[in-house]
Every structure is written in C-alpha cells, then in structure tokens.
C-alpha cells in the first residue's frame, strides 16, 4: 500500500512562489507514474502536472498559466515528487493532491491508484 503524504502549502502573496511535496511513505514507489492535481473551492478537481517515475519524463494540462509557471520533478532517493509553483495568483487557491498510478499515466482522465489528502495553497492579493 503506498501512502502519499503531501506538504508546502500555506499562505502566499501574489506573485510569489511555493514548492510542494508529495512523499510516498509506505515501500519505495515503484510504480508508473505521479501527479498533481488541485481542487479549488466549488470547483471540479483538475489535473496540472504528471511526472513517469523511472524516467522522470514530465508531462502538464493543456493551459499556458500552468505550463509557463509551475515544474514537476521528483527525487528518486527521496521517494518525493514535487510541484514549483512560481508568480502565484488568487486563482491559484486551492487543496492540492498528489497521486500515484501502479501501471498508467496519471493525466487528465484522473485515473490514480492511490491518493493523497492535500496541502492547501492560499494565495492573497
């Protein structure tokens, strides 16, 4: 069972810059792939950012704010996947969640094996 475990949100002001965490705990993840995904309030859940495990190939959501602002990596030795998040704004706001796929690609149809339970990102104005 892989427990993922998110950290680095908090409260931002806009235009600055975050770098989240997402570290499995549990046996060392040897699956196929990882990704962020955030969920505004009143808003439907949506994928940014995934990341192929053994590659380290990275692949994000159709959306230049996203692609243009925020990178996905990860540290093999650490079991930890990451998300920067640079010039941050209010639309930013939101629980952000990691995920974890045994065999596919997690992306936008937001097919996951296992998930975590976020780290809340407040950005202000």
């Known amino acids: 069972q892989v427990h993922l475990v998110e950290s680095g949100g908090g409260l931002v002001q806009s235009g600055g810059s975050l770098r989240l965490s997402c570290t499995t705990e549990g046996p060392i993840f040897s699956g196929h792939s990882m990704g962020w995904f955030r969920q505004g309030s009143g808003k439907e859940r949506e994928f940014l950012a995934g990341i192929t495990w053994n590659t380290g190939r990275t692949h994000y959501v159709d959306s230049r704010s996203v692609r243009e602002r925020f990178i996905v990596s990860r540290d093999l030795d650490k079991n930890t996947m990451f998300l920067e998040m640079n010039s941050l704004e209010s639309e930013d706001t939101a629980v952000y969640i990691c995920?974890?796929?045994?065999?596919?690609?997690?992306?936008?149809?937001?097919?996951?094996?296992?998930w975590g339970r976020g780290t809340t990102v407040t950005v202000s104005l």
């Open positions: 995920a974890a796929s045994r065999s596919a690609l997690v992306g936008t149809n937001g097919a996951a094996d296992y």
